[in-house]
Structure formats: C-alpha cells, structure tokens
C-alpha cells in the first residue's frame, strides 16, 4: 500500500473490489470473521476505525472492510466521520455537499436525505459533508448519538472512519458509543509511545478496543495482519 499524501486527501484502493482474489482481499475477510466472533453472542453492528497518527491507512481498512462485510449479505453503512481528512466520497466517486456535518447541524434533515448508495450491493456511504469549523462539537452533541443509535436501527453494520486518536478527541467521541473499535498500526509509522498514549484515550471513555490492524509487509508483498484480545 503507497504512502498517503497527507496535505492532500485522494481515494483510497478497494481491494476488494479491484483485486477480489489477491491475497490482501482474503485478508480483509479474515479480519471480517475476526470481529464477527470477537464478541461472541454479542451484536456487532457499530465499529470505529482509527489509529493513532495519521497515514497508518485507518481508511483503507474501513472502506475495505465495509466492502468485505457488504459482499458478505449484510446491510453496510460505511460512515465517514472524519470531517478534518475525508476521504470517502473520493474513493466511492461520490458527490461531498451532502454528509454528516449537515446531517448534525440541520434538524431538518434525515438520515435518508443523506445517506448515497454505492455501486457495490448492500454498501451505502454517509460522507462527511461540507468541513465544519467544529467537528469535535459536533461529533459531541445529542444529535450525533442519536444519528448512531437509529443508524443501528437501519444497518446490519456500521463502519465508522474517524480521524487518529492521539491529538483530538473525535475517535473517543465516537468510540464511546459504538460496539467496537480497531486501531490501525503501520509499520514504519507507528511510533510504541504514541499507538500507548491512543490506547490509554480510548480506555478513559471506555471504547472496547476489540483488536489492531497492522499493516506491514512480509517477505517483500505489502500486507495486512489482524490481531485481537488486545490489553
């Protein structure tokens, strides 16, 4: 996987789409059926993707994964609550002037208004939205748990792209209510202290951190590697 250029977002790939047979595609089914037993007997439909700093690849797994798990038969809603770096609407070659942010600052509006279907069945997309001067107050509000509390209503599952953990709070905002969360590890990027400090800020809300994602290479392929019951 290339390094991102972080002063300019871009689409990122969908393996699963563009290369359904490659090994890193087998990977994010792997990592499907991780999460789908982490919590055995316990619905799994709300899952926040981060990691700590940026360009560790947090939006590839999740619109990877969200991919995964619609090719799977479930009902997927992949949520791009990263309102700072957004990233989906370019990926799914979507419109942006529609998303999140008007969904949390316009009561007028419904979910329905706003959430896009995508060219892959059973995966919908609710981009970020114009940027808002105050993410954080808006992921905050009343209005974004009770966006999330009907979304589980209208999803099988709910994949939601938060920006990294470590310097604001948005991922802890989100995190707090959903049923899971991963953090994104790559190699060469991650700093030990840094992917700590992440760790301790989601345990602070009481996030279920349900596994990590390390992004790495092996024996010269670019890869992914899933590992859970992290403490």
Avoid: C
């Avoid at 899952?47 to 799977?72: C, D, H, M, R, Y």
């Avoid at 370019?90 to 419904?110: D, R």
């Avoid at 190699?187 to 301790?200: I, N, Q, T």
């Amino acid at each position: 996987m290339k390094k991102k250029n972080l002063s300019n977002p871009s689409a990122v790939p969908l393996f699963m789409i563009t290369q359904p047979n490659a090994s890193i595609s087998e990977e994010f089914r792997t990592l499907r059926t991780n999460i789908q037993f982490s919590k055995k007997g316990q619905d799994m439909k709300s899952i926040v993707v981060t990691s700590s700093i940026p360009g560790e690849g947090k939006s590839t797994v999740a619109a990877n994964l969200a991919v995964a798990f619609a090719q799977s038969g479930n009902n997927v809603l992949l949520v791009d609550a990263d309102m700072r770096r957004p990233t989906a609407h370019l990926t799914f070659e979507l419109p942006n002037n529609m998303g999140l942010t008007n969904l949390l600052s316009v009561k007028q509006l419904s979910i329905g208004d706003v959430v896009q279907h995508t060219n892959a069945p059973n995966l919908s997309i609710l981009t970020s939205g114009p940027k808002s001067p105050h993410p954080s107050e808006l992921l905050a509000g009343s209005r974004m748990t009770k966006v999330m509390n009907i979304l589980e209503q209208l999803y099988d599952i709910i994949i939601y792209d938060m920006p990294p953990v470590a310097k604001i709070t948005d991922a802890q905002l989100v995190a707090s209510h959903a049923d899971g969360v991963i953090l994104v590890i790559r190699e060469g990027v991650a700093d030990k202290r840094v992917l700590l400090h992440s760790k301790s800020l989601l345990n602070n809300v009481k996030a279920d951190i349900i596994g990590a994602v390390f992004v790495g290479k092996t024996q010269g392929v670019n890869s992914y590697y899933s590992y859970y019951g992290v403490d």
